[in-house]
């Protein structure tokens, strides 16, 4: 697996690099992606030489969300496999969100449905002027219940209803003012920019950092219990196997609007 869905690589100051690598579908995840992607996290935890996490995407993209194959195979399967697969997503977010290292994503190009849940559960997002972003699951049937918790935490409610509700794509200048990404740094000086930030990691005390991220997710009620996690993966599940859950990804698979689609009068 991680030969070919995603790279995983550690330079000796103990910064990790996890490079989502499935360009030619702009690094969308399947379930046995999350699974793994889990682990590895979960392996990173463990890991006292690791001080930092920073996640990519290979090639255009950053990460454009669900595969659309997976969401057919799951149309076609029952309430156990469907429910198992909202499961790893919710896990998958939370793992993520709840990894006592800090966690940097650079973005760039599409970041859209799970790819801004790793924006939101990260510590600090950086991007390139060129990233288009979209909670676009409302567009295509489902809903976006695996990253909703994380997305409130990061971008407020506000914000959070506005682009889950309307599923509207918006750009970097808009994902810096809600607070989805931290800074928009050239392409040019990315690598500059991260080895700034990073510098400034490796320059802090590691069990003060696990200590100060998870002292304010757990004071701020932001640590997903198992009961939640379970909600939401039901919630998550239930949606997307309903008469618009089935349609949506028909549509999209096929390239045409969905038939709840209605143009604006002229």
Known sequence: MSADR??????????????????????????????????????LADDATVRALVIRGAGRHFQAGADINWLNRLSRQGPEENYAASGATVRFSKVLNELAKPTIAVVQGACFGGGCGIACCVDMALATPDAIFGISEVRHGIAPTPISTHMVNAIGIRQARRYALTGERFGAD????????????????????????????????????ARTKLSMLGANGMLLDEREAELLAHEGWMQRQSPEGREGTSAFREKRRPNWYRPTPT
């Open 6 to 43: 995603y790279l995983l690589t550690a330079d000796d100051r103990g910064v990790a690099t996890l490079t989502l690598n499935r360009p030619e579908v702009a690094n969308a995840y399947d379930e046995e992606l999350l699974r793994a992607l889990t682990a590895a996290f979960q392996g």
């Open 174 to 209: 808009e994902a810096l003012r809600i607070g989805l990404v931290h800074e928009i740094v050239p392409e040019q000086r990315m690598e500059a920019r991260l080895a700034e930030v990073l510098d400034a990691i490796i320059l802090s005390a590691p069990g003060a950092i």
